[in-house]
């Protein structure tokens, strides 16, 4: 258990539904991030933030994603209208701002549209 | 692009020989490198971090950097089933960038 905590760990739902994840960093941690992983990939990344401000923002990030970190705690993802595309590993990481900037994950939630 | 590139195996050993996994990555200006370890539907588990060329040793696990070579390496000694999981190798940027894993097989 690396101290990053993931809700929920499974999320089946239809295609079009949207869907809300959470994750909650470890305390000290000013800086979270959201990767995908789907199989035999390693994780892509989706975005960070740095307390509450989302610093940066994948390609891979459509408009039907969008991510807050709303007074620099936990963070959610929602994916809106989703697709059987966004089928996938969703990770959430953090890590302390620093040199070494060593990210940790949570366990993830996995996500399957039907 | 910023590419890491890793061989996906499988790379099989028997237990007790010695594994090697490698990775190549194409930003030059990378200044910090990881190995996770990622079992079959879990999260990646971070073993090292290696930030100066050389070798860094952690128990069984050796992370070997070589910056002109952009080429990173894990060697597992004693390796053990327990060892047999994906290993994906990581070079940080604003978040880090992956490579698709080495799958090992340790066989008793």
Redesign the interface.
């Known amino acids: 258990d690396t101290g990053v905590s993931q809700d929920p760990r499974h999320k089946i739902t239809k295609r079009g539904q949207n869907v809300t994840f959470r994750c909650d960093p470890i305390s000290e941690h000013n800086r979270l991030y959201w990767y995908r992983q789907t199989l035999g990939q390693g994780p892509e990344f989706l975005t960070y933030f740095q307390n509450e401000a989302q610093l940066e923002k994948s390609r891979l990030l459509s408009d039907r994603f969008s991510a807050e970190r709303p007074k620099g705690s936990f963070s959610t993802l929602e994916i809106q209208r989703t697709e059987q595309g966004d089928s996938a590993m969703y990770l959430c990481a953090s890590s302390s701002r620093g040199i070494t900037d060593t990210q940790y994950f949570g366990p993830g939630t996995r996500l399957t549209v039907l | 692009q910023k590419e890491?590139e890793q061989n996906?195996g499988p790379l099989s050993v028997p237990e007790g020989a010695i594994a090697s996994l490698n990775c190549t990555y194409s930003d030059r200006g990378s200044q910090?490198f990881?190995w996770?370890r990622q079992y079959s539907?879990?999260?990646?588990?971070?073993i090292m971090?290696i930030?100066s060329n050389g070798d860094k040793e952690d128990g069984r696990f050796t992370a070997q950097l070589n910056k002109a070579s952009q080429y990173v390496s894990l060697l597992i000694r004693d390796s053990q089933p327990s060892d047999s999981a994906t290993y994906?190798c990581?070079v940080?940027g604003?978040?880090?960038?992956?490579?698709?894993?080495t799958s090992l097989l340790v066989t008793p």
């Not at chain 2, 539907?41 to 971070?46: I, V």
């Open positions: 890491v996906s910090s990881f996770y539907g879990k999260s990646p588990e971070l971090s930030y994906l990581a940080s604003y978040a880090l960038n992956f490579g698709k894993g």
